[in-house]
């Protein structure tokens, strides 16, 4: 007798949905309501933040890339006794 056959997946199928609909109300009641007066303030923050953490990381990737570039070029000049330009 095989595990898998279709009681057994009709069982998971009925637990799976009971589970996401309980769990879909359980966070639609613990969801802050719009009469919180900083909640705008907070999610204006955090955007903020998030834009000012994506363009630090993106200036710190893009000089992270220029300057290994570069470096590899010079190495690899010294290493063959070539003048660098």
Do not use: Q
């Not at 109300?25 to 994506?54: E, F, I, L, W, Y």
Request: charged share 30%; glycine share 4%; net charge positive.
């Amino acid at each position: 007798m095989s595990i898998i056959n279709r009681r057994n997946a009709m069982v998971g199928w009925a637990t799976w949905t009971l589970v996401k609909k309980t769990a879909a109300m359980k966070a639609k009641r613990a969801a802050p309501t719009r009469s919180d007066n900083g909640s705008s303030k907070r999610k204006k923050a955090v955007k903020a933040g998030a834009a000012a953490a994506a363009v630090t990381g993106a200036v710190v990737f893009w000089r992270a890339r220029h300057r290994d570039s570069t470096d590899h070029d010079s190495l690899a000049a010294e290493d063959l006794d070539a003048p660098i330009e």
